[in-house]
């Protein structure tokens, strides 16, 4: 049975973020907002919560995992990042964006792309993501909430408890963050490729 936290969205409770993170250190999977919907995050080297992750959403090998980052230093430990590419994401960043890029070593085999190298990698403006990333001391490893064959992620956290009570560990509950998933844009290339159109303004990248 998961855990449920309602937390306030401008001034999350630091005993409940941090009582989260060690959760998450524990091997934890948490349901958790986002400024473009809820997500799902574990770990970066949690092999369950990466087989569960898979498992709850039924991702392929070729799904492009996320590391949703606290800020562009953070970002570059796990990236390969050239000059051009890093004034277009610093400009847009923290926002709701996604970047596919080339991966560092940094990253486990197993989250990368099998052909390209490639991870996702995301820096959120949302004041609980970035708490929880900020106590958690390492990128979260996440994908986007939303269920097989349903079109839209869910919004609430009383739902989410409700129906992924026996599949994840810990609701973090701050609201409604919205139901548009991130803008991917794929950088693997050198050039900006708009793989999905979503909250973010893609006008920057045409």
């Given at each position: 049975?998961?855990?449920?936290?309602?937390?306030?969205?401008?001034?999350?409770?630091?005993?409940?973020?941090?009582?989260?993170a060690d959760s998450l250190r524990s091997e934890a999977l948490v349901a958790y907002p986002t400024d473009s919907c809820y997500a799902l995050g574990c770990r970066l080297g949690s092999r369950d919560g990466i087989?569960?992750?898979?498992?709850?959403?039924?991702?392929?090998?070729?799904?492009?995992?996320?590391?949703?980052?606290?800020?562009?230093?953070?970002?570059?430990?796990?990236?390969?990042?050239?000059?051009?590419?890093?004034?277009?994401?610093?400009?847009?960043?923290?926002?709701?964006?996604?970047?596919?890029?080339?991966?560092?070593?940094?990253?486990?085999?197993?989250?990368?792309?099998?052909?390209?190298?490639?991870?996702?990698?995301r820096i959120p403006d949302h004041v609980v993501a970035q708490a929880l990333v900020a106590e958690l001391g390492e990128p979260l490893l996440s994908s986007t909430l939303l269920l097989p064959d349903e079109e839209?992620?869910?919004?609430?956290?009383?739902?989410?408890?409700?129906?992924?009570?026996?599949?994840?560990?810990?609701?973090?509950?701050?609201?409604?963050?919205?139901?548009?998933?991130?803008?991917?844009?794929?950088?693997?290339?050198?050039?900006?490729?708009?793989?999905?159109?979503?909250?973010?303004?893609?006008?920057?990248?045409?």
């Amino acid at each position: 049975m998961a855990r449920y936290f309602d937390v306030h969205p401008d001034n999350p409770q630091p005993r409940v973020i941090s009582g989260v993170a060690d959760s998450l250190r524990s091997e934890a999977l948490v349901a958790y907002p986002t400024d473009s919907c809820y997500a799902l995050g574990c770990r970066l080297g949690s092999r369950d919560g990466i087989d569960r992750i898979r498992s709850i959403r039924k991702l392929d090998d070729r799904h492009h995992f996320t590391l949703v980052c606290q800020n562009f230093a953070q970002l570059g430990q796990f990236v390969q990042i050239d000059n051009d590419v890093f004034r277009a994401i610093k400009a847009a960043t923290p926002g709701r964006y996604t970047f596919i890029l080339p991966a560092t070593k940094e990253v486990p085999r197993r989250l990368l792309h099998p052909k390209k190298k490639t991870v996702g990698v995301r820096i959120p403006d949302h004041v609980v993501a970035q708490a929880l990333v900020a106590e958690l001391g390492e990128p979260l490893l996440s994908s986007t909430l939303l269920l097989p064959d349903e079109e839209a992620p869910m919004t609430q956290g009383w739902e989410i408890k409700d129906r992924l009570d026996h599949v994840v560990d810990v609701v973090l509950d701050s609201g409604d963050c919205g139901t548009e998933p991130t803008t991917v844009i794929d950088f693997s290339g050198g050039e900006a490729e708009i793989v999905r159109s979503g909250a973010g303004d893609t006008s920057r990248f045409v």
